[in-house]
């Protein structure tokens, strides 16, 4: 089944992007990012930026988490997949990341949650943009919860470092 990807949440002071590879079923349903109940990427925001609240609305969350310079988006634009599991994407087509610096143009830094994430946009024409316009690229573990190789704690720790703003 073709799934197709959300549009960015970014605003113009934006310096990191934190970007998945597709959106789950539960996301795309709802058309809110990180929508599953058990994934862990809204618990690691409020834990790295008190005034995100998981019980807040979700708009007000994405508020407050561009309101520190973080956005989101997908790496891949579109693709063939049945149900939410990376594993399963077939026909991927990426996003174009090449206008986003003119919508925020403090970007230097882009957080992959999960590989699937970072593979497909090290794969596509994105990783030029990035690398011409000196953006760091860092592949982190997937909040997903199929995910759970790693544990929590220590996932969390390098969510913080990585999302450190200097």
């Known amino acids: 089944m073709l799934k197709q990807s959300m549009m960015p949440r970014?605003?113009?002071?934006?310096?990191?992007?934190v970007i998945g590879s597709m959106p789950g079923e539960v996301s795309l349903q709802r058309q809110q990012y990180y929508a599953h109940p058990q994934?862990?990427?809204w618990k690691f925001m409020s834990v790295l930026f008190p005034e995100i609240n998981l019980n807040q609305d979700y708009e007000v969350r994405v508020a407050k988490l561009l309101k520190n310079q973080v956005g989101l988006w997908d790496a891949l634009k579109h693709c063939e997949r049945d149900g939410s599991m990376d594993s399963a994407i077939r026909q991927a087509e990426p996003n174009d990341f090449?206008?986003?610096l003119n919508i925020a143009p403090a970007l230097s830094r882009l957080v992959f949650n999960g590989k699937k994430a970072y593979q497909s946009f090290v794969?596509?024409?994105n990783l030029l943009w990035a690398e011409k316009n000196s953006i760091d690229l860092i592949s982190l573990p997937s909040t997903s919860p199929a995910n759970a190789s790693i544990p929590y704690d220590k996932k969390l720790e390098l969510w913080a470092k990585a999302l450190k703003i200097s």
């Open 123 to 125: 794969k596509s024409p």
């Open 98 to 100: 090449s206008d986003l």
């Open 39 to 41: 994934n862990n990427f």
């Open 10 to 17: 970014v605003a113009q002071d934006t310096k990191i992007m």
